[in-house]
């Protein structure tokens, strides 16, 4: 049974960083992408950033792109994402979640349906 579970998250000023992580237990995850998505009150979920494992090939969003790095550990099967530069509108509920892979031979998939495991997400709260 596929677990994850996420923590890190907290409140830092605009300008700040921070870093999530997701546990990931239950099965070898070479042939899945993980992603990390993002909830803010109102707002559809979407896509942050996420990892092909066995590669370590990453994608990411633009509103994130040179700010936020997904990276992943093989020997804790931790994936991280690091942000810096926090801005008050990238305050949300941050997701890991995790999609088997293998089939796809390039890029990753960024729609939230397309993920079968999910965490139960973290607060990550950006003050001005």
């Known amino acids: 049974q596929v677990q994850l579970v996420e923590s890190g998250g907290g409140l830092v000023q605009a300008g700040g960083s921070l870093r999530v992580s997701c546990a990931a237990s239950?099965?070898?995850?070479?042939?899945?992408?993980m992603g990390w998505f993002r909830q803010a009150p109102g707002k559809e979920r979407e896509f942050v950033a996420a990892?092909?494992?066995?590669?370590?090939?990453?994608y990411y969003a633009d509103s994130v792109k040179g700010r936020f790095t997904i990276s992943r550990d093989n020997a804790e099967n931790t994936v991280y994402l690091q942000m810096s530069n926090l801005k008050p509108e990238d305050t949300a509920v941050y997701y890991c979640?995790?999609?088997?892979?293998?089939?796809?031979?390039?890029?990753?998939?960024?729609?939230?349906?397309?993920?079968?495991?999910w965490g139960q997400g973290t607060q990550v709260t950006v003050s001005s």
């Open positions: 239950g099965r070898t995850f070479n042939n899945y992408a």
């Open positions: 979640a995790a999609t088997w892979s293998a089939h796809i031979i390039v890029g990753v998939p960024t729609r939230s349906n397309d993920y079968d495991y």
């Open positions: 990892i092909r494992w066995s590669s370590g090939r990453t």
